[in-house]
């Protein structure tokens, strides 16, 4: 009989145990819709080893892991090339964590992983908002002709949950019809105070890694210049702790654009923080 003990693969400071969790942590290494730079389907794996480079004390927060009380439930497997069928396994996990009393956090993965979570959600939990961080709009109605694109997930959001329930922080980068939309709508965000207005709702917080400058984070799949810094991300995490937080994602870090791994260690340090939140 082997003696051990063995690498644990599973994100660190994790109760191993479902049952007693009240948060779930959900791998959805899925990029079947990226337009430019693929290769988000390996951001889960290599940021579950990169946690463990962490602590499991936030200084920011004054907040251990083992207070948040997640498991990580480790990744679906998706069947290659079938979006749709892959979007469905989504909804139907998430579902099955929310049947259970419980929250979700999802590590992507592209930001279309989003769409399944928010279906899901929104059969079990009322009056929801979403907060999005990103350097992008995500508004379009498609992208060259295809619906379920990572450049329509916030738009498809909106008909779920209204666009007047959609908060944008970070965006830097669209169409102008997508600009037109966040003005009729009033989705963007500039200061903390405009958050203030979804203080009553169920918020789900979706984190598209690129809403962080390129010199932070170049390991994603459609860097934008001009962004946030870590201490920005972490001053509207501060903000947001004092909201009812009933889910969270972080998605597209596309750890294989940056070979030194700080994208990676970014990445897992902006999850570590944003499960403080929860």
């Known amino acids: 009989m082997l003696r051990g003990p063995f690498l644990d693969r599973s994100w660190m400071g994790q109760n191993p145990d479902y049952s007693s969790s009240d948060v779930i942590m959900l791998g959805m290494p899925f990029d079947g819709t990226v ?18 480079g962490l602590e ?40 099955d964590i929310y049947r259970d009393g419980k929250r979700v956090f999802g590590i992507g993965g592209e930001h279309l992983v989003t769409l399944p979570e928010i279906k899901a959600i929104s059969k079990y939990v009322d009056n ?37 329930n959609i908060k944008q922080i970070g965006i830097r980068s669209g169409m102008k ?26 918020i789900f917080i979706t984190v598209d890694l690129d809403c962080l400058d390129t010199s932070i984070m170049p390991g994603t799949g459609t860097p934008e210049a001009g962004g946030m810094t870590f201490n920005d991300l972490i001053g509207w995490f501060k903000y ?25 260690a970014v990445a897992t340090k902006v999850i570590r923080e944003l499960l403080m939140v929860m």
């Not at 405009?194 to 009553?200: G, S, T, V």
């Not at 004092?242 to 990676?264: H, K, R, W």
Request: proline share 3%; net charge negative.
């Open 240 to 264: 947001l702790k004092d909201f009812n937080i009933i889910g969270a994602d972080v998605v597209e870090l596309s750890p294989d654009y940056d070979a030194s791994g700080a994208s990676t």
């Open 128 to 164: 929801l908002a979403i907060v999005h961080f990103d350097a992008h709009t995500d508004l379009r109605e498609e992208y060259l002709g295809e619906e379920m694109s990572h450049s329509a997930v916030i738009r498809h959001c909106s008909k779920i949950v209204g666009a007047e």
């Open 56 to 95: 499991e004390y936030s200084p920011y927060f004054d907040k251990d892991l083992a207070d948040v009380n997640f498991h990580d439930a480790g990744d679906l497997e998706f069947p290659l090339g079938n979006t749709y069928k892959s979007l469905e396994q989504i909804c139907e996990n998430v579902e």
């Open 35 to 52: 337009s430019y730079r693929s290769g988000s389907r390996f951001a889960p794996e290599q940021i579950r080893l990169a946690s463990w």
């Open 177 to 202: 019809e997508e600009w037109d939309f966040m003005a009729k709508n009033n989705t963007l965000c500039k200061k903390y105070s405009d958050l203030d207005c979804i203080k009553d709702k169920n």
